[in-house]
Nanobody, 123 residues
Framework: QVQLAESGGGLVQAGGSLRLSCATS????????MAWFRQAPGKEREFVAA??????LTAGSVKGRFTISRDNAKNTMCLQMNSLKPEDTAVYYC??????????????????WGQGTQVTVSS
């Protein structure tokens, strides 16, 4: 079992920055595929970014603005979000999965989820 806890969300003006963190516990962090997803009100959950073994994948909608990173020694993952836009407003979730060759962008790839942290970007 893996426990995930997000932090760092909040209210920010458009153009601003936030840094989300995901603290993990309960299992070997380095062996998991880790990702960020988000869900806006009335919309489906959306892939944001994922990382494993030093390889990162970022969604086109945030590419160049968001950067995923992880520190295996500290069992943490971060999402640096710059140049935020009102359309980035959502609940952001971190997720972990034992990679089985499935798509990184699919929520079904991940076995464990955090409770989410709200990010609100005002115009």
């Amino acid at each position: 079992q893996v426990q995930l806890a997000e932090s760092g969300g909040g209210l920010v003006q458009a153009g601003g920055s936030l840094r989300l963190s995901c603290a993990t516990s309960g299992s070997t962090f380095s062996g998991y595929l880790m990702a960020w997803f988000r869900q806006a009100p009335g919309k489906e959950r959306e892939f944001v970014a994922a990382m494993m073994d030093g390889v990162a994948l970022t969604a086109g909608s945030v590419k160049g603005r968001f950067t995923i990173s992880r520190d295996n020694a500290k069992n943490t993952m971060c999402l640096q979000m710059n140049s935020l836009k009102p359309e980035d407003t959502a609940v952001y979730y971190c997720a972990a999965g034992a990679y089985r060759g499935t798509r990184w962008t699919s929520g079904s790839t991940y076995d464990f989820w955090g409770q989410g942290t709200q990010v609100t970007v005002s115009s």
